[in-house]
């Protein structure tokens, strides 16, 4: 059945469609959040935020538009306002706290990065690595295409930009993510 069709029975009054429509995107849903996030708990909190609004929106929808779409744009939103939040939180914290400011908060032994983490890791943990530091519309792109399979029309449409720029944008996210992985020491085409 369809997205369109579930809407329609939930509109009618089939609250069953509606937990059929959830449950067909809570998985791939979940997963960009928490790779959005990088925090279970605000990924748990933004998912459940993410359906309600959506529920909202429902009598509202139209049929001409994809459904996944409108559940992706819900939940883009939602995440760049929690990052604008931290982000306030963090400049407060950074005034009140005077000179010392972040590297006040490392670890009381001194090192900074634990060795452990300045191993080797293997290629799907680097992967994770390199996309989690790309600049956030970056990351929202690869997310969306790595745990959606949306394609470059249907993220263009979801974010309401042209195609082209969002093109361009993978483009250089792939290029910071390869530049990433030589800096790692793995050898790729341009390092051959």
Known sequence: ?????LIDRHRQGDQAALGELI???????????????????DAEDLFQETFLRMVRQLETYDERSRFKSLLFTIAGNLCVDLSRRRQ???KRFEE????EGIE??????????????????DT????????DQLPDA????????????????????TR????????????RAVARIRMYFEKQGYETASTR
Not at 23 to 41: I, V
Not at 124 to 131: C, D, G, M, Y
Request: proline residues 2%; negative net charge; hydrophobic residues 40%.
């Open 96 to 99: 009140e706290d005077g000179d």
């Open 160 to 171: 309401g930009e042209k195609l082209g720029t969002i093109l361009a944008r993978m483009h």
């Open 1 to 5: 059945m369809t997205d369109a069709a």
């Open 138 to 157: 970056m990351r929202d792109l690869v997310l969306l295409r790595l745990e959606t399979g949306m394609t470059f029309q249907e993220i263009a449409d």
């Open 23 to 41: 449950q067909r995107y809570q998985h791939m849903l979940f997963g960009y959040l928490l790779r959005m996030t990088r925090s279970r708990e």
């Open 104 to 121: 006040g908060l490392a670890d009381p032994s001194g090192d900074w990065i634990p060795d452990r983490w300045l191993q080797r890791k």
């Open 88 to 90: 306030s939180r963090l």
């Open 124 to 131: 799907a943990e680097t992967l994770v690595a390199a996309v």
